[in-house]
């Protein structure tokens, strides 16, 4: 079965820093990968995803990510965070008729 | 139509109540999930439904009973659950139904009820 790793649990960046958080994947086939970003109380939101193609893949609210299969990763990144950015974090991967998240990233924004 | 929708917001409920919660979706989706999700925890997948019939049972306790009514339509029956059953349960759904490649679409969320067990 796949899984999710998300190194970080928390980070903390300065509005306006750049951010990139971490994922890193198990699965033998070709993944199916998520981000979704939870705001305290509410459901989750996909920013993006990625299944074939370009390996830099473009999101919603400025966010992307690009997949790098020599390391299994998944990284998501933003160049500058604004204070409605701090929200959890979770990275996702599909397939084997299975849905696995990671522990998710909590991101806290400094003013 | 692009959201989902859960109701109640809030639950409060004794160990010996039976409540149900409700999930609705308008997309056409044919493919609906439940997942519990605990406080700084990742969701768990608890159920799928696809084309109205139940497709995958994680193994759930049966003090949880799900219900497809219709494909707009995703209940989740509630009864003699523990106050460890407290937390957020969020529905879920996506385009096409279940079968192969079922857990490779984007998922649409709804907001969640937020459920506590006395």
């Known amino acids: 079965a796949q899984s999710v790793t998300q190194p970080d649990i928390h980070i903390t960046v300065s509005e306006g820093a750049s951010l990139e958080l971490r994922c890193n994947y198990s699965?033998?086939?070709?993944?199916?990968l998520f981000w979704y970003v939870q705001s305290p109380g509410q459901g989750l939101q996909l920013l993006l995803k990625?299944?074939?193609?370009?390996?830099l893949v473009q999101g919603i609210k400025g966010f992307e990510a690009e997949f790098k299969r020599s390391q299994s990763s998944f990284n998501l990144r933003k160049p500058s965070v604004h204070w409605s950015d701090a929200a959890e974090y979770f990275c996702?991967?599909?397939?084997?008729?299975?849905?696995?998240f990671g522990a998710g990233t909590r991101l806290t924004v400094k003013p | 139509d692009t959201e989902v929708t859960q109701t109640p917001k809030h639950l409060v409920m004794g160990m010996t109540n039976k409540k149900s919660l409700k999930c609705e979706q308008h997309?056409?989706?044919?493919?609906m999930y439940w997942y519990k999700q605990k406080a700084k925890k990742p969701p768990e997948l608890m159920f799928v439904?696809?084309?109205?019939?139940l497709s995958i049972n994680e193994s759930v306790p049966s003090r949880f009973s799900p219900e497809c009514p219709n494909s707009s339509l995703l209940n989740l029956h509630l009864h003699a659950l523990q106050p460890e059953d407290s937390a957020l349960y969020l529905c879920?759904?996506?385009?096409?139904?279940w079968g192969a490649g079922g857990m490779t679409r984007e998922q649409f969320f709804g907001p969640g009820t937020r459920l506590t067990v006395l």
């Open positions: 879920a759904s996506s385009h096409g139904g």
């Open positions: 699965y033998g086939a070709t993944p199916y």
């Open positions: 990625y299944f074939s193609g370009d390996t």
């Open positions: 996702a991967v599909g397939g084997n008729n299975d849905m696995r």
């Open positions: 997309m056409g989706h044919r493919a």
């Open positions: 439904y696809s084309y109205e019939k």
